[in-house]
């Protein structure tokens, strides 16, 4: 796919180590961040291995790939990134999620009844760089009828931003 690489990071012997005993009582897991039909985020173990994957725009793989020469193979001692592009809020929603501690603020599937926007869709526009109600209401149409849904779509905006309610590492 032109424009498009593959990049395959094998985390380190030590990390294979520590998983393959966790693994022994757990079933295989596959962590899954992405924005959609750009880039694509995989962490997965199973049978003691553990793998990083993803795919998608230059950017992104220049970020992850600075990113682990900054920080090494194991993805898991990886820092939160604190910038606001799409690479690095892709990237801290994965940590997260590897860390458990992803919580999202707002869980229904649709967040603008009055004009049938589902979450996901404005949850997306935000990673591709929406990052004000304003700017989400043009991207998506929410929050362009009563208006009730526009404090859900900012806590939406603040939790991905890192706004308030900040996660530690
Ligand atoms: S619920 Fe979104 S504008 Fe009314």
């Given at each position: ?120 869709i404005v949850d997306q526009a935000i990673l591709a760089g929406a990052h004000t109600p304003e700017a989400v209401s043009r991207w998506t149409s ?28």
């Amino acid at each position: 796919m032109k424009g498009r690489e593959l990049v395959y990071i094998p985390l380190s012997q030590s990390v294979c180590v520590l998983t393959l005993k966790s693994m022994t009582k757990e079933k295989p897991k596959s962590i899954q961040v992405h924005l959609n039909g750009r880039d694509h985020l995989e962490f997965s173990e199973d049978q003691g291995k553990s793998q990083f994957r993803f795919i998608g725009c230059h950017e992104l793989n220049q970020f992850l790939t600075n990113y682990r020469q900054h920080h090494g193979d194991n993805i898991k001692s990886w820092p939160l990134p604190e910038g606001l592009s799409h690479s690095e809020l892709l990237l801290k929603e994965l940590l997260l999620k590897i860390k458990g501690q992803w919580n999202f603020p707002y869980q229904a599937d649709e967040l603008c009844h009055c004009r049938c926007v589902p979450t996901a869709i404005v949850d997306q526009a935000i990673l591709a760089g929406a990052h004000t109600p304003e700017a989400v209401s043009r991207w998506t149409s929410a929050s362009t009828a009563c208006g009730t849904c526009r404090s859900d779509v900012e806590k939406m905006i603040n939790y991905r931003l890192g706004l308030k309610d900040k996660v530690k590492a």
